[in-house]
């Protein structure tokens, strides 16, 4: 047998490190087996995922050197990759389910599965929906399919009983049949589930191992029962323990950048992110700390991989770039440094904001070197500023800081409506508003326009910047915070209205 493993991220956002350090191990393993590593795209939630998500995805992965063998891009024998080429593939499925009654056609509405949930939590009923709940008399159902009424796929399941999953770090796990949902597999608009999709694709696509985030457990037991329905073996399971902040909370964004673009951006070198995503519940049988990806090939073991919730912690792995840069020869250095920050790719954006202000190339760094640094080096009193007291002032940076981390497409005008409303919530005038701003993202107000440098400088690193301007000016404890929390969820409201209604104007 070969072993054939997979990632399979959704282009939904930013490239995630967990999706780099799911791919790593797989990567690792198929390796250490000489077998093959693919890599999927599961886009078919066709609201959420986008090109652009796409590419940043491949492209990070590749800076990183997590390379497959099979892919969208690539191809490769089990082709299409993407999952929204492959729809004819899960119909022929669907149908072969409902044509063996292990799947049927629901046509409650939402309303109905509104009230089924209410009434049984009136009931203190706590366990899943299940097909008896949702099967309509035959004459309904009947009724509704003449009318051509709109309808999901869902699965069987059993009521109850206990379902043994075998996990490849953790042996046999007992999960409750009472819990699982009688499972969409085909939504009304004819896309698949992640469940339907993933199973189908991961057996034609001969995988053999599965290793993914252990988010998915409780998914377990139905995947099991749909390749049981179709007949198939189902592949080894493994569930890589998830990564935490330091605090031990898991990982996101709101605590810690998450996006690979953001290590890139900060000077970190591929080689040590990777080492440090490789040291993530894992580690050298001689626990050496520094490794490359080819040292963790050769003495790969899965075993080694302990559940403790690893940490993903920024100081930890600064340290561990700082090793790795330290071992670059002087003329290493500036080669790795050029291709760092001053390709045509990292310089040309910039360009057209400073060129019209200067007249030497000495005034470039003065000007916009904080394009290139991490996080500026400030004191609070930058911040003074005859518009705002001290708490104004931190609430303008936290409600800015919530507003940016609503965004979904990183784009100017996106920053700029969600800005520019927040400072009309505050009653704030725009320039007054955007002040601290200016101080945190760039040190100085006299710079190119701050809307245009985060845009540039991307979600993660923007946010960062908000977010370590705060704790300069001495933090938000928990109690006021969630007290900014209750104030900002009426500023907010008007603002998503707002939003609402000049996007269906355009
Ligand atoms: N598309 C899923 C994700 O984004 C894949 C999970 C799996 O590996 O099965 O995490």
């Known amino acids: 047998m070969t072993v054939r493993t997979r990632v399979a991220p959704s282009p939904t956002g930013d490239p995630h490190v967990g999706t780099a350090y799911i791919a790593l191990f797989n990567l690792a393993f198929a390796r250490q087996h000489e077998g ?45 990759y993407r ?69 999901v796929v869902r699965m069987r399941v059993p009521e109850e009983g206990v379902c043994v999953v075998n996990d490849m770090l953790r042996g046999p796990i007992e999960l409750d049949w ?40 409780n998914s377990a037991p139905k995947h099991k029962l749909l390749y049981e329905y179709f007949g198939w073996d189902m592949p080894a399971l493994c569930h890589m323990p998830l990564l935490r902040n330091p605090d031990k909370s898991k990982l996101s964004k709101r605590k810690n950048p998450t996006s690979i673009l953001f290590y890139d951006r900060m000077g970190f070198m591929p080689e040590a992110l990777l080492n440090y995503l490789g040291r993530m519940g894992w580690s050298m049988p001689d626990e050496r700390e ?3 990806r080819d040292e963790m090939f050769a003495n790969f073991d899965i075993h ?13 792995l600064r340290w561990l770039n700082g090793l790795w840069l330290r071992d670059l020869s002087p003329e290493g250095f500036a080669e790795r440094f050029a291709a760092w920050g001053l390709t045509p ?29 991490g ?55 725009i320039r007054d508003f955007l002040f601290p701003f200016f101080i945190a993202i760039a040190g100085t107000s006299s710079t190119i326009s701050v809307l245009d440098t985060m845009a540039m400088l991307g979600p993660d690193m923007s946010r960062a910047r908000v977010r370590h301007a705060i704790e300069l000016l001495g933090g938000l404890g928990k109690k006021r915070l969630k007290k900014l929390e209750r104030e900002y969820r009426d500023a907010s409201a008007v603002i998503e209205a707002k939003l ?7």
């Open 36 to 80: 093959q590593f693919v890599l999927r795209i599961e886009d078919t939630d066709q609201a959420r995922s986008t090109a652009e998500s796409e590419q940043s995805i491949l492209d990070s992965m590749r800076w990183l050197g997590l390379e497959w063998d099979e892919g969208p891009d690539v191809g490769g024998q089990f082709g299409p």
């Open 83 to 151: 999952q929204s080429e492959r729809k004819d593939i899960y119909l022929e499925h669907v149908e072969q389910l409902l044509a063996s009654g292990h799947a049927f056609k629901c046509y409650r509405t939402a309303a109905e599965l509104d009230e089924l949930r209410t009434s049984r939590q009136a009931e203190g009923k706590h366990t899943a929906l299940k097909p008896s709940d949702l099967e309509l008399p035959a004459e309904e159902q009947q009724r509704r399919e003449a009318e051509n009424a709109p309808y």
């Open 178 to 217: 009472s819990q699982v949902d009688a499972q969409i597999l085909l939504k009304s608009d004819g896309m698949p589930t992640y469940h339907l999709a993933n199973v189908v694709d991961d057996h034609l696509m001969e995988i053999t191992h599965v290793i993914r985030g252990e988010e998915w457990i």
């Open 290 to 292: 520094q490794f490359t």
């Open 304 to 316: 080694r991989v302990s559940l403790g919730g690893p940490v993903f912690d920024v100081d930890k």
């Open 345 to 373: 790719a990292r310089t040309l954006p910039i360009i057209p904001h400073i060129q019209p202000r200067i007249e030497t190339f000495s005034d470039v760094v003065p000007l916009a070197g904080h394009f290139l640094s």
């Open 375 to 429: 996080m500026p080096s400030l004191a609070p009193a930058q911040f003074e500023n005859k518009a705002y007291d001290e708490e104004l002032l931190l609430k303008t940076l936290q409600f800015g800081l919530w507003q940016l981390e609503a965004i979904r497409h990183w784009e100017k005008t996106e920053i700029e409506q969600r800005l520019f409303a927040l400072a009309g919530q505050l009653d704030l005038k």
């Open 500 to 506: 609402a209604e000049s996007g269906e104007e355009s």
